[in-house]
Every structure is written in structure tokens, then in C-alpha cells.
């Protein structure tokens, strides 16, 4: 069974950096496509990237496109999502989820996606 743990969340001031963690286990992450999903209190959940299992493109949407880049380290089944330039409305819960051999044309919606981590907290104040 594919078990998710996101790690690495925090508070950070305007302008600073975070990198998320996704450790991924019960699948070889190679066979698997990663979504970031982000959801704010109040707000629906909203995708940030998707990465697909064949290791092609990633996706972002355009609030972070420049900002947050996404990477695998497949010997160590974990995926990261770097956060720079971070900005106050970036604060939110952070999800990472897999989907067994997704491949990626877009950020995709949540729905897409059946095993989800727990989440971590991202907070960006001063």
C-alpha cells in the first residue's frame, strides 16, 4: 500500500525559502506521477505542480511558475518542492499525492489523485 509523509514545513519571513519533503512509500517512486496540492483556511484545495512518472515536465501553476521547483530522488523514493521568493499568500497546508503511472499535461486537480499525505504546514509572515 502507497504511504505518503510530507516533512519540511514551517514559518518563514517574505522572501525566504522552504523545501518540502515527500517520502513515498509501498511504490518505487519512477512508477508513480507527483502532485503538490496547497490548500489556504477558507479556500479550496488548489494544485501547484505536477510531475509525471516517466520523469517529463512539470507543471505549476502560474502563482508559483519561477518560484517553486519540484525534483525527485528516486534512490531515496522521496520527492522535494523547493519554495523560494515566498509570499504571504503561500501560506497554506502543503499535500503531496501520487497516482500510479500519471503522466502530466497540466496541473491537475485534485480528484486525479488517490493516496495523499497528511499534509504540512507552510507559514509566510513577518
Known amino acids: 500500500q502507497l504511504h505518503i509523509v510530507e516533512s519540511g514545513g514551517g514559518l518563514v519571513q517574505p522572501g525566504g525559502s522552504l523545501r518540502l519533503s515527500c517520502a513515498v512509500s509501498g511504490v518505487t517512486l519512477d512508477y508513480v506521477g507527483i502532485g503538490w496540492f496547497r490548500q489556504a483556511p477558507g479556500k479550496e484545495r488548489e494544485g501547484v505542480s505536477c510531475?509525471?512518472?516517466?520523469?517529463?515536465?512539470?507543471y505549476y501553476t502560474n502563482s508559483v511558475q519561477g518560484r517553486f521547483t519540484f525534483s525527485r530522488d528516486n534512490s531515496n523514493n522521496t520527492a522535494f518542492l523547493q519554495m523560494r521568493h515566498l509570499k504571504p499568500e503561500d501560506t497554506a497546508i502543503y499535500y503531496c499525492?501520487?497516482?500510479?503511472?500519471?503522466?502530466?499535461?497540466?496541473?491537475?486537480?485534485?480528484?486525479?489523485?488517490?493516496?495523499w499525505g497528511r499534509g504540512t504546514q507552510v507559514t509566510v509572515s513577518s
Open positions: 499525492a501520487a497516482e500510479d503511472s500519471l503522466i502530466c499535461f497540466r496541473v491537475y486537480e485534485a480528484a486525479e489523485f488517490t493516496s
Open positions: 510531475s509525471s512518472s516517466d520523469g517529463g515536465n512539470t
